[in-house]
Nanobody, 115 residues
């Protein structure tokens, strides 16, 4: 069983930065991917970005060049550095870990960007 715990959300002005962290407890495998989704009010959950155990990354077009995903050497923690934040980035951000067809989710952390 894997449990994910996020931290780092909050309120920031447009143009500002935030860094989200997520730590996984339990056994982490070399093939596990981790990353972030977000869900704004009234909208579907959307992928923000993903990172493989060896550091390969993929980002949504809406965050490319502004957000950076990284992972610690042990592979248990994933981070999301968010720069040049926009009001449309306001959402609950969820950390996830994917193992084959199984997906584990964190509880979510609120990010609010004021204009």
């Amino acid at each position: 069983q894997v449990q994910l715990m996020e931290s780092g959300g909050g309120l920031v002005q447009a143009g500002g930065s935030l860094r989200l962290s997520c730590t996984a407890s339990g056994r982490i495998f070399s093939t596990d991917d981790m990353g972030w989704y977000r869900q704004a009010p009234g909208k579907q959950r959307e992928l923000v970005g993903t990172i493989t155990r060896v550091g390969g990354t993929h980002y949504a077009d809406s965050v490319k060049g502004r957000f950076t995903i990284s992972r610690d050497n042990a592979g248990n923690s994933v981070y999301l550095q968010m720069n040049s934040l926009k009001p449309e980035d306001t959402a609950v951000y969820y950390c996830y870990l994917q193992r084959s067809v199984y997906v584990y989710w964190g509880q979510g952390t609120q990010v609010t960007v004021s204009s």
